[in-house]
Nanobody, 122 residues
């Protein structure tokens, strides 16, 4: 079992930056891990994922060049650096773990955090 806790969300103006963190406890998250987001009235969508050793990374097209995913396996942490934020990035951001392959599919991830709100004002 893995417990995930996100932090770092908040309110930022368009063009600004935020860094999200996800801490894992209970068991090291040695699997593929990723970030998803869900805006009001929309389905949860993939943002980025990273392989066990950080060698393979996948981004959703809308965040490429603006967001960077990274992981610290020693301290069981996952990060999402978000730069040049846009109002369309406003959503609750979720950390996810437990996938057995690199994938964008929501149901491939077993463990989920409670989410952290990111609001980008125009």
């Amino acid at each position: 079992q893995v417990q995930l806790v996100e932090s770092g969300g908040g309110l930022v103006q368009a063009g600004g930056s935020l860094r999200l963190s996800c801490s894992a406890s209970g068991r090291s998250f040695s699997s593929f891990v990723g970030w998803f987001r869900q805006a009001p009235g929309k389905e949860r969508e993939f943002v980025a994922a990273i392989s066990r050793k950080g060698i393979s990374i996948l981004y959703e097209d809308s965040v490429k060049g603006r967001f960077t995913i990274a992981r610290d396996n020693t301290n069981n942490k996952l990060y999402l650096q978000m730069n040049f934020l846009k109002p369309d990035d406003t959503a609750v951001y979720y950390c996810a773990a437990g996938a057995t392959a690199m994938t964008k599919r929501v149901n491939a991830y077993v463990y989920w955090g409670q989410g952290t709100q990111v609001t980008v004002s125009s």
